[in-house]
């Protein structure tokens, strides 16, 4: 949830920061980096797999447009399958093959 700002001669807490994803394009994330307030945020796009560093090096809360939901699921997914991280589903076929 992003905060909301009353009175603007509170300081800014330049360490809060927050990700809206906003919608996707193929590989690609859109979204709104936002820094301790609201009025500071810039429109980025960016490959899921930097999109995720760029979310952990910069320690963010992180929101998804409704709207965006379900394909920034499916690109989360696709992007784990494509660099190899083995989902539950994966793991439990693999183990299926095994057995016959």
């Given amino acids: 949830m992003l905060p909301v700002t009353t009175d603007r001669l509170t300081p800014l807490d330049m360490s809060r920061r927050w990700v809206n994803v906003t919608g996707t394009h193929g ?5 709104s980096f936002i820094v301790a307030d609201p009025d500071l945020s810039v429109e980025l796009v960016l490959p899921y797999l930097a999109f995720s560093e760029f979310c952990e090096a910069n320690g963010v809360e ?11 699921e499916r690109l989360k997914w696709r992007s784990r399958k ?16 095994e057995v016959k």
Avoid: I, K, M
């Fill in 62 to 72: 992180l929101s998804v447009d409704p709207t965006a939901a379900t394909c920034f």
């Fill in 82 to 97: 494509a660099s190899g991280e083995r989902t539950t589903l994966t793991a439990e076929a693999t183990r299926n093959e």
């Fill in 27 to 31: 590989p690609f994330v859109q979204f």
